[in-house]
């Protein structure tokens, strides 16, 4: 048997941003104010002060690439006075204090940040955050000489804004998703049961990213996932690894499962036994009363391209025959069909010397009729239960969403203890990501 090719999922993730968007408007304060507002001052030089206090509005966000702008207009409200000095000498005392942003209203200034978002290997989501100039829309004037201090606000205005900066950065700057990542890695291992066409384990190999883009309220990622799974009667046991590290070659979209259905020759056999176990055949020629009964049928593999069928029997002489077959499959019918059916060499050897008679087309044609395997309904109900399995809630606000678009058989292999059927599917897949309880660094 060749190994099984490895299968190739490359799935769209598209994460909903709003979640993101709602822990950044906690994260990033409300109010900025000078220091120990409203009772210090801030001495611009010996001839002027002033205090302020800056409440920011709602973030606004636009997404774009791998940037996300974080952006908002804030509103500012100054208290200002000035006195006269020569060069570093006090000449007299500070006006009474002049107020901005007050009756005529709070002034209001541009504020941005430009977040780069980049996945680690490790999958940790980095927000690289670049704060932008403060940008403002009404200008501050303050006291009897008309000092225009916006600037000076402004200045005062960054220091805060840095802190705000260094905050996201602190608590919203990374994100992990390896523990999220883990719980699906987890659940790609373990085999689920397909309700009587056994149990399917996905056995996920290496992850892969090959594109990051934001647009609107979206992180779209592409996201591949190589995996060898199979489809066994028998639950196999689930051995639980970590996560590798993220890979990051390049594939088509969609997936390309080759898939190997373990079949044992138990079932098999029953199927092949519940027709043939007590049928009587009459081999009679000419006044020689001849009758052959079925006892058991039972299949085995023989390791290479053909099956082996034993058969016990009764009737005129009783015994065991075997017969040697080769699986073929029909695309057309959906069926395997067990074909070039004919004794075994031993048996052929042993029965010339004593019952020739047993020498009958009429076993080998019954034993072919009976020897055929409708996959029809097992491939219909594959597609509807993977189809099934694509549709859904794999952790709490993280579903997939996807569709098999063909589904077809591309091997076989009688193995001794297994009659193995490779199949071969495609279709498409995405993963929406509404909600998350994300881990912050």
Do not use: H
Not at 197 to 214: D, E, F, M
Not at 219 to 236: C, D, H, Q, R, Y
Not at 378 to 404: H, M, P, R
């Amino acid at each position: 048997m060749d190994s099984l090719p490895e299968s190739e999922l490359n799935i769209p993730i598209q994460v909903n941003m709003k979640p993101f968007y709602q822990l950044a408007e906690k994260k990033v304060a409300l109010v900025y104010a000078s220091p120990k507002w409203p009772d210090d001052w801030i001495t611009i030089d010996c001839a002027n002060r002033y205090k302020y206090q800056f409440v920011r509005g709602p973030l606004q966000f636009a997404a774009a690439g791998s940037s996300l702008n974080l952006g908002f207009t804030g509103y500012y409200k100054i208290i200002g006075s000035t006195r006269v000095c020569l060069g570093n000498t006090v000449v007299s005392p500070w006006t009474p204090a002049c107020r901005c942003g007050f009756d005529e209203g709070e002034r209001k200034v541009k504020i941005s940040f430009i977040n780069t978002v980049k996945i680690l290997p490790d999958f940790k989501v980095n927000l690289n955050i670049t704060r932008q100039e403060p940008v403002p829309i009404d200008k501050c004037t303050v006291c009897i000489f008309g000092a225009d201090i916006t600037n000076q606000v402004m200045n005062g205005l960054k220091d805060e804004l840095d802190l705000a900066k260094k905050a996201i950065e602190d608590s919203f700057g990374v994100v992990d998703l390896k523990p999220q990542v883990q719980q699906i890695w987890n659940k790609l291992n373990v085999s689920y049961n397909l309700y009587g066409l056994g149990w399917l384990k996905i056995n996920p190999q290496k992850i892969r990213l090959t594109s990051l883009v934001a647009r609107n309220d979206s992180l779209n990622i592409f996201l591949g996932m190589t995996a060898k799974p199979v489809i066994s009667f028998e639950k196999t046991t689930d051995l639980i690894t970590l996560a590798p590290n993220l890979d990051n070659s390049i594939s088509k979209p969609g997936f390309n499962i080759f898939l190997d259905a373990v079949l044992n020759y138990d079932s098999l056999s029953n199927i092949i036994n519940a027709q043939l176990k007590g049928k009587e055949f009459d081999l009679s020629k000419g006044k020689s009363k001849k009758v052959l009964v079925v006892e058991d049928c039972r299949i085995y593999g023989t390791g290479n391209e053909k099956l082996i069928i034993k058969m016990g029997f009764s009737g005129s002489n009783s015994g065991i025959a075997y017969f040697t077959g080769k699986p073929f499959y029909d695309a057309t019918k959906k069926m395997i069909e067990v074909r070039d059916i004919d004794f075994d060499v031993k048996t052929k050897s042993l029965l010339l010397k004593s019952a020739d008679w047993l020498f009958n087309k009429r076993i080998t044609n019954e034993i072919a009729r009976v020897s055929r395997f409708d996959l029809s309904s097992y491939i219909d109900t594959a597609k509807i239960l993977i189809n099934k399995q694509l549709n859904t809630e794999w952790i709490k606000g993280v579903k997939s969403i996807g569709s098999i678009n063909d589904l077809k058989i591309s091997g076989f292999y009688p193995l001794t203890e297994y009659f193995i059927i490779r199949s071969n599917a495609n279709g498409d897949l995405m993963i929406k990501v509404d909600a998350m309880n994300f881990n912050l660094q």
